[in-house]
């Protein structure tokens, strides 16, 4: 079972940064086939999809309310992805969640029965 541990969260000012981090247990190969993704999750709400990002090929997925905000990358040799988040506002405080889906061919987190593996989740808070 791959297994997901996400570090990075706190607490920031709003037009703050924080960079998240996640990395997975997985084999190099099946990390380099992999779609990782970072989702989030607000007390009372839906969990939303914050950014995907497929290692083989480099293509990056971005929600609209994050988008020139966020930006995802990541590490091979360190099997790890971040989460850059720049111009933090209240409305982002949130659990966020580093989640995995090996081997799919389109990668975005609207399509979140693809992830498989999940972190424990990290928590951001943003003050206003």
């Known amino acids: 079972q791959v297994q997901l541990v996400e570090s990075g969260g706190g607490s920031v000012q709003a037009g703050g940064s924080l960079r998240l981090s996640c990395s997975t247990s997985a084999s190099a190969l099946t990390y380099g086939s992999t779609c990782m993704g970072w989702f989030r999750q607000a007390p009372g709400k839906e969990r939303e999809g914050v950014a995907a990002?497929?290692?083989?090929?480099?293509?990056?997925y971005y929600a609209d309310s994050v988008k020139g905000r966020f930006t995802i990358s990541q590490e091979y040799a360190k099997k790890t992805v971040y989460l850059q988040m720049n111009g933090l506002r209240p409305e982002d405080t949130a659990m966020y969640y580093c989640?995995?889906?090996?081997?799919?061919?389109?990668?975005?987190?609207?399509?979140?029965?693809?992830?498989?593996?999940w972190g424990q989740g990290t928590q951001v808070t943003v003050s206003s």
């Open positions: 989640a995995a889906a090996p081997y799919v061919r389109y990668c975005s987190t609207s399509r979140a029965a693809d992830f498989g593996a």
């Open positions: 990002l497929h290692i083989a090929t480099s293509s990056a």
